[in-house]
């Protein structure tokens, strides 16, 4: 174990904080503590900074969590261990906050902390942040705007395939840099680069251009087939975004309801008035428009009732944990639900098995997208596919022109 790392202890309950700090001592920790929200904020205010933060839940009459974002906005980089009293459930549902915060955790331990599985959690934390290292990997804003000005950034496709039929009747556009070297990087890697450093407007029109390019050969001997695009929330201030659509769907001779605007709400639809003019535009003229990610944003429900959305993507996270979690499951069920009462093209993510499928099929979900039916395939080999797989009916456009009146309060 490195010494002389800096560890924070925030604790209310000086004995626990007592027996914490003892247990980093000994490992070779420099160790501060803190009892409140407020003695951490003077902390990180004062300009001090720490490579792990040990945190309770229950900081007696105040919430523990709402240190978190408090840890990402001023000491990003430390491992967090996360203790509590709490159940299971509690604990595992705070570190996915932690991690949706941006935070590192290493574990989470419940109360009596034991000095040794703390121990063992600070031995691991390398391995956190190599882990992390691997995912996030950032890459410079030069590269990306580099490798759209040389078309290396590519659409690959990825199969939706109707529940009903079994047919593919469309694929989502899945952006895929491949460096010269041969090497790939992936979304995860530059999505969220390109959307901070104003380039996700220059890598959207690459990657619409080129999805519907390739549409538009598809649709010469399958005229139902649709492509969908994944458009960041962020271009929802930029008031020129319908038109430069409009008019790529006629330079590509694709009609508005061949396309699919899948917006991505993890980080937020904004609930603004641009964002409803761009998005209500889009749907007059016949784009379809999907919450992707559906469930995991702080504006699902609110995004629903006011835009526009004639699709529901299930987050691929519930399918999963569905399997063997049986509230999960229920979400799956109450969220497809919901969908279909509001007339909305119901589409699983993340379908990896058998059992997922039948599981999002007994849901009610529409359409199913995931690794059972295929993974994102390259633009030539996505045709061939398409050549051989069996074509069900447009469930998409079936919905569309099912879809119900819009109700006016008077
Ligand atoms: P998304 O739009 O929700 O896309 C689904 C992601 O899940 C894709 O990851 C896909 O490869 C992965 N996936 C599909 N089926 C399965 C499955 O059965 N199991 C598992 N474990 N994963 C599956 P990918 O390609 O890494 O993309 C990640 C995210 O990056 C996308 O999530 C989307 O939000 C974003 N993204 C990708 N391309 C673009 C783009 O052109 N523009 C924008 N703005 N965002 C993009
Ligand atoms: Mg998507
Ligand atoms: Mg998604």
Redesign the pocket.
């Known amino acids: 174990m490195p010494t002389g790392q800096h560890l924070l202890v925030i604790d209310d309950q000086r004995l626990d904080r007592a027996i914490a700090s003892h247990a980093a001592t000994r490992a070779g920790f420099q160790v501060t503590g803190a009892a409140s929200i407020a003695e951490t904020r003077a902390l990180f205010e004062k300009g001090d900074r720490f490579d792990f933060i040990v945190l309770d839940l229950a900081l007696g009459s105040e919430d523990g969590l709402e240190i978190l974002p408090l840890i990402a906005r001023f000491n990003s980089t430390a491992v967090v261990v996360l203790a509590s009293g709490f159940d299971g459930r509690i604990l595992a549902a705070s570190q996915r906050l932690a991690t949706s915060c941006g935070l590192l955790v290493a574990g989470v331990l419940r109360k009596p902390v034991l000095p040794t599985a703390l121990q063992r959690l600070l031995r691991q934390a390398p391995f956190v942040r190599m882990a992390a290292g691997e995912t996030t990997l950032s890459v410079a804003p030069e590269k990306i705007r580099l490798a759209i000005a040389e078309g290396q950034?590519k659409?690959?496709f990825?199969p939706k395939t109707s529940l009903a039929t079994g047919g593919v009747i469309g694929g989502?556009?899945?952006?895929?840099w491949v460096r010269p070297d041969g090497r790939s990087v992936?979304?995860?890697a530059f999505?969220p680069v390109?959307?901070q450093s104003g380039m996700?407007g220059a890598?959207?029109d690459t990657?619409l251009d080129q999805s519907l390019m390739a549409c538009a050969h598809w649709r010469k001997t399958r005229p139902e087939c649709w492509v969908a695009?994944?458009?960041?929330p962020l271009?929802l201030t930029d008031r020129g975004l319908t038109d430069r659509i409009e008019q790529k769907l006629q330079d590509h001779g694709v009609p508005p309801g061949a396309l699919v605007l899948?917006i991505?709400e993890?980080n937020g639809i904004p609930d603004t008035a641009c964002a409803t003019e761009i998005l209500t535009r889009l749907r007059i003229r016949g784009v379809n428009l999907s919450v992707?990610?559906f469930g995991t944003g702080h504006s699902s429900l609110l995004s629903l009732v006011r835009m526009p959305f004639n699709e529901m993507?299930i987050?691929?996270a519930f399918v999963?944990e569905a399997v063997t979690n049986r509230d999960a499951r229920k979400v799956v069920r109450a969220s497809a639900s919901l969908g279909r009462e509001l007339g909305l093209n119901v589409v699983a993510?993340?379908?990896?098995t058998e059992v997922?499928a039948q599981l999002v099929e007994e849901a009610g979900c529409h359409v199913g997208?995931?690794?059972?039916y295929g993974?994102?395939l390259p633009p030539e080999t996505f045709e061939a596919h398409l050549r051989e797989a069996y074509l069900g009916e447009p469930r998409l456009n079936e919905v569309a022109a099912a879809e119900p009146e819009t109700e006016t309060a008077t």
């Not at 695009?229 to 960041?232: A, E, I, L, M, Y």
């Not at 993510?349 to 990896?352: C, M, N, R, S």
């Not at 997208?369 to 059972?372: D, M, R, S, T």
């Open positions: 950034i659409p690959w990825q989502e556009a899945l952006a895929r992936a979304p995860s999505i390109a959307e996700i890598l959207t990657i695009v994944n458009v960041s271009l899948e991505t993890s992707d990610d993507k987050d691929q999963r993510e993340g379908v990896e997922m997208q995931g690794w059972l993974r994102a």
